[in-house]
Structure formats: structure tokens, C-alpha cells
């Protein structure tokens, strides 16, 4: 037969959606996969449910996998869809909102029983009534084709065939958008390698879905979304909690000191674990602790032994690592702890996005204790922020917090693999005994930083402990002038990196009298909206904060040059706070506390409203 014409797009944007035992983290892996191997420029943001099986049908249960991808560069996972494709009544009422009018709307209208329907709290059926006639709507029977695709297979049951409709479905948008089906189909065969009728259902579900978008008559064009332009060098697709491993492997690497991970299991954060235990090839050693306590206690072990010590948790189990962390800054010793923030406060929702730990992190612990804080901006950034708070915990000896988020440890995006030889070495400097008496806070005149003195080096013997320690000699003291001596040194110790780490850059190409201030995974939202703001024709300036503690040295001076500042997060006006009591600027908070990543369009919004104030 004929091929059907192909219009060229732009960007698209996907949502798969069902309920959370139908696959939908698996196909959108997989289209993103292929995606990225065509060479778009690709975001994407997976959404699911906190509960581990959520009742079948609920709400509460809908599985969400968003991708946006383009010929050009792209900074979010998107707005909205411009197609859904929904699975069940529950998949449809809790994102049919977010379908703008015109677009393209799939459904498996096997599953809008009577029942299902009344799960998802229809009164009847919304197939039926014409309340989708605002959209492109494909109801297409996938339950019941897939299970005649698979009827003639060997070993395969009625309810494991109608478990590969996800694939049914992802063979369809792939003939859709012209995605290939080489890599899909060898993936699925290694994946169910241990059955092989159902490598089998899934693939020929896979080939029945790609088949049924060439000859059925419901989808009258295929798209085709061409390859970016980006810079040449060899890509992979990676999500956060991916690249934040690799990046403390990397710094692991090129410090010469063995990875030691101290964990307990906490959503978002467990892949970290997860990731690391694959790698003992490299020396790392992972631990999974039972308790949050005993994972930080374990960490800063490994750091006093000459590890790289690094502990990972959320907003739940860093309340719970406090106490340790002031011990390792009175301690003077590297530790890396890691904060993939999440929604709160308590249990909160578990597995949607916030960025409201840092005035936490910055604060939340007994008596001066300051610390380094870091935020990585993008799923790719993970990797060079981890490398970051690896040298300057090592390089100054003091514990490093690494904020993260839901939504970049999951999310993903193309990943430019680095020259390995271009990554700095991090020089640990362990102390060496001179064959003096050893002074264990003798500090670095520039960098304030102690010795760091491996245990049972002969020479090197020294008290260790929470109790406040003598100036030099790290003997136990109470001395109260000692005492303001050492708090003013352990602040100041922290203060001076801000001559260690970058100038705050702005992004001001018009001599805009706005200011847009983000930190964190906010970055790409933000970033987006100025560019739309921009493209209405108003000057608007954007400065991004990697480094939160401290501050770039020339942050007040760029605040107080602009007129107007706006300072979009994902909390209630935590870095607002800071800048506003560190630099007495006026500056303007732009806060949702949703569960859910900004939109571009409602940030420009803001920044709209702010420019024409």
C-alpha cells in the first residue's frame, strides 16, 4: 500500500498515561530511548504514584510519562501534551486538563468499562457524549487487539497478553512519529530473556501497534521531528540520579579515594544506591544501613578513614542526619551528603518534585554550624555538581550538601559524554608526619583547611570527638574565648570559598531592568520563559545560582543593578529570604508549592506582570 504523507514538526510533545501496573515508565523509556538515538534534542518528566500498587482503576493510581523533544534545543520536558495517550477513564480525568483543544487524544476504549468509569468518577461515558469533540480522539480497542495478536503464542495467558497493550501502544506512536524498532524489539528480547513467550508477546504486540498505524485509516500522517543541531561529540540519555553517580564515581576517580555510600532506602534518592552497587569495578562500596542515622554515622566513618564518604537520602531522612553532619563539621572532615528533595513536609507526596529544603540544610542544625550548598540545575548537571562537592569538601575539609530534586533525578535529557582528561584532579593532601608532635587543626593559611590524617599513620595520632576542640592542638576545650575562636573560624573557612568557585553570570544581552533569579531544577522552566518574554520584545535579564552557600562574591553587586527582582521557587520564598536579608534587596517571590515542575508559560506570566509593573 501507499506510505502516508509525512508533515514535518518542530518539537512534540508525549504523555503516556494508565494505571500504574500498565507499563507506562517502560514506554516512555523506550520512546525516549529511541528518541534520543535519532538524535533530538529530548526532556523528559516521568510521574507516578507514591503507593506501590495503587488500587487498579484509581485516580490516586494513574502512571504519567511526559517527553518533549525537538530539532533544536530544548530546555523542558513541555507545557503540555500535544498528544495523550490514555489507557484507562482514571489516565484521561486526571490529564485530560493539561490536552490543549486540537490535540491528538488516544485511548484504549477496551478499558472504559461501566466500572472503570465509575473508578474514575464518570457519569457516563465521555467516548460517547461528544465532551472530547474539542480533540483529534482515537478510541482504538488496544486490550482486545493485542490479545487476538497473541492468541496463537505458546504459554501466554489472557491476562499476560493484555499486559503487553503498553507495547501495542508504543508500536503505534512510534509509526506516529517515525521512531525506528531495531533497538526497541533487541531490548525487549534481552529484557524477557528469561521467558521468551513473552519476549515474544511483547514484540509482536510491539510490530501489531506499529502495524496498525500504517493501514488504519484513523491516523491519515505520519510526523517526522528531524535531528538537532547540537554540538558534536558522543551523547547518551541519562537521568539525574545516573548522572549524580557517575559524577561521584568521577570525582571518586580523580581524588585517588575509594567511593563509600552510606544509604537508606528513601524515594527519590534509592537509585542513587542502586546505581553505585553496579560499579565495584571501580573500588566503590555501598551500604545500606538500617536507619538514616547509622547510613550518615557510616559515611563519616569511611571520610575519617581516608574515603570519599557520600550519604543520599531526602528531606525526611536529612532531618534525621543533623546531629552527624555537625559532628563532621566540628570534625573538619569531607562528606558529601546528598539531598534529592521531594514534596513535604513529613511523607508528604513521596514521589513529586519541590525545592524547600534549603533554608533547611542551610540552618537545621544546633548551634553555627555552616556548611557548603550546592544545587545542581539540569539531569546532565548532576554530573559536574557532584564532582564540585566532592573537591571542595576534600579541598576544605568540611561536609558538602548536594541539593537535587524528583524531578531532575528521574527526569532526563542528552547527556554530552566528557573527555575523562579534561575532569581536574582533586587532591586529597593527606597529612604526613614530620616527626614533630602533630597538630590536627594546624590550618592551610588559605584555604582554613585542617590536616586530614588517616588512623593508625604512626606520628599522626590525635583526639577525635564532638566536643569543642583546642585552636592547633584539637585537645578537648572550654575555653570560651577558644570556643568564639573556633565557631569564627569554621564560618570564615566556608565564607572563603566564595574566592574558590565562579562569579555569579548573567544572561543580559539587552540592558534589561528585570532581573530573573532561579536556583536548583527550576533552571530549564525558567530559563524557557525568558526566552518567550524575550520574544515579545521585552529586555529581561536571568542569573542562575549553582553555588547557595556561600554565594558568589559578586551576587550583591549584581542583584542591587537591577531595578526589579524576581525570584521564582518551588517553596514559599526561601532564597528570597536569604538574598533579601543578605543584600537588602527588594526582591519579589514567584512561589507554587504544587508537587509539579513549573511551566514555562506561567513563569513568563510572572515575569511579564513584573516587567509592565
Given at each position: 500500500m501507499a506510505s502516508k504523507p509525512v508533515e514535518q514538526l518542530e518539537s512534540v510533545v508525549i504523555r503516556f498515561a494508565g494505571d500504574s501496573g500498565d507499563g507506562m515508565q517502560l514506554t516512555g523509556g523506550r520512546f525516549t530511548s529511541e528518541t534520543a538515538m535519532l538524535g533530538n534534542d529530548l526532556s523528559t518528566y516521568p510521574d507516578f504514584p507514591a503507593e506501590i500498587r495503587a488500587p487498579a482503576g484509581s485516580l490516586p493510581g494513574v502512571s504519567g510519562f511526559q517527553l518533549h523533544f525537538a530539532d533544536h534545543d530544548i530546555l523542558t520536558p513541555g507545557d503540555a501534551p500535544n498528544v495523550l495517550v490514555a489507557m484507562n477513564p482514571a489516565a484521561l480525568k486526571t490529564n485530560l486538563n493539561d490536552l490543549p483543544p486540537s490535540g491528538i487524544l488516544v485511548v484504549d476504549k477496551d478499558a472504559f468499562t461501566d466500572r472503570n468509569l465509575?473508578?474514575?468518577?464518570?457519569?457516563?461515558n465521555p467516548l460517547e457524549d461528544g465532551s472530547l469533540d474539542a480533540y483529534q480522539l482515537h478510541p482504538i480497542p488496544l486490550t482486545s487487539m493485542t490479545i487476538e495478536a497473541l492468541k496463537d503464542i505458546d504459554g501466554i495467558t489472557k491476562r499476560e497478553a493484555e499486559r503487553s497493550k503498553n507495547m501495542f501502544a508504543l508500536g503505534l506512536m512510534s509509526w506516529l512519529y517515525g521512531r525506528p524498532t531495531e533497538r526497541t524489539l533487541e531490548f525487549l528480547r534481552s529484557k524477557f530473556a528469561k521467558r521468551p513467550e513473552i519476549a515474544e508477546a511483547n514484540v509482536k504486540?510491539?510490530?501489531?501497534?506499529y502495524a496498525f498505524g500504517e493501514t488504519t485509516e484513523s491516523f491519515a500522517v505520519q510526523y517526522e521531528v528531524r535531528p538537532a543541531a547540537l554540538k558534536a561529540g558522543l551523547y547518551r540519555n541519562i537521568t539525574g540520579n545516573q548522572a549524580l553517580a557517575y559524577g561521584l564515581i568521577a570525582a571518586s576517580v580523580k581524588s585517588g579515594l575509594p567511593l563509600f555510600l552510606g544509604a537508606y532506602p528513601i524515594t527519590p534518592a534509592s537509585s542513587v544506591l542502586e546505581e553505585l552497587a553496579r560499579h565495584k569495578n571501580f573500588g566503590v562500596r555501598t551500604f545500606q544501613a538500617e536507619d538514616e542515622i547509622a547510613a550518615v554515622g557510616a559515611a563519616l566513618g569511611a571520610s575519617f578513614g581516608g574515603a570519599l564518604g557520600v550519604?543520599?537520602?531526602?528531606?525526611?531522612?536529612?532531618v534525621l542526619k543533623q546531629e552527624t553532619i555537625g559532628l563532621g563539621i566540628t570534625l573538619?572532615?569531607?562528606l558529601i551528603i546528598v539531598d534529592i528533595q521531594r514534596a513535604g513536609p513529613s511523607t508528604g507526596m513521596p514521589t513529586k518534585p519541590e525545592q524547600a529544603d534549603l533554608l533547611g540544610v542551610m540552618f537545621a542544625r544546633n548551634s553555627e554550624s555552616p556548611v557548603p550548598v550546592i544545587a545542581a540545575a539540569t539531569p546532565s548537571d548532576c554530573f559536574d555538581a557532584a564532582i564540585e562537592a566532592a573537591r571542595i569538601a576534600v579541598k576544605y575539609r568540611t561536609p558538602v550538601f548536594l541539593l537535587s530534586d524528583a524531578y531532575l533525578a528521574n527526569g532526563s535529557e542528552p547527556w554530552l559524554l566528557p573527555e575523562v582528561d579534561a575532569i581536574p584532579p582533586i587532591e586529597p593532601n593527606f597529612a604526613v608526619s614530620n616527626g614533630g608532635e602533630f597538630e590536627p587543626y594546624r590550618r592551610d593559611e588559605e584555604t582554613l583547611a585542617r590536616p586530614w590524617a588517616i588512623p593508625g599513620t604512626p606520628g599522626l595520632e590525635h583526639r577525635i570527638g564532638g566536643l569543642e576542640k583546642q585552636?592547633?592542638?584539637?585537645?578537648v576545650s572550654y575555653d570560651p574565648d577558644n570556643h568564639d575562636l573556633m565557631v569564627r573560624l569554621r564560618a570564615q573557612k566556608v565564607a572563603g570559598i566564595a574566592q574558590d568557585i565562579p562569579e555569579l553570570e548573567v544572561d543580559d544581552p539587552d540592558g534589561a531592568d528585570t532581573l530573573v533569579l532561579s536556583w536548583g531544577g527550576t533552571y530549564g522552566s525558567v530559563a524557557a520563559a525568558v526566552r518567550r518574554v524575550r520574544a515579545s520584545g521585552k529586555k529581561v535579564a536571568h542569573a542562575h545560582l549553582r553555588y547557595l552557600n556561600p554565594f558568589p562574591r559578586n551576587t550583591g553587586e549584581v542583584v542591587r543593578r537591577?531595578?526589579?527582582?524576581?525570584?521564582?521557587?518551588?517553596?514559599?520564598?526561601?532564597?528570597?529570604?536569604l538574598i533579601r536579608a543578605e543584600f537588602l534587596v527588594d526582591a519579589t517571590g514567584f512561589n507554587l508549592v504544587r508537587g509539579i515542575p513549573f511551566r514555562a508559560g506561567e513563569v513568563a506570566d510572572a515575569?511579564?506582570?513584573?516587567?509592565?509593573?
Open positions: 465509575q473508578k474514575a468518577g464518570y457519569e457516563g504486540a510491539f510490530q501489531t501497534g550519604s543520599t537520602s531526602s528531606g525526611p531522612g536529612i573538619e572532615l569531607p585552636d592547633v592542638t584539637g585537645n537591577y531595578d526589579k527582582v524576581l525570584v521564582p521557587e518551588i517553596n514559599l520564598g526561601q532564597l528570597q529570604k515575569i511579564d506582570a513584573m516587567v509592565d509593573a
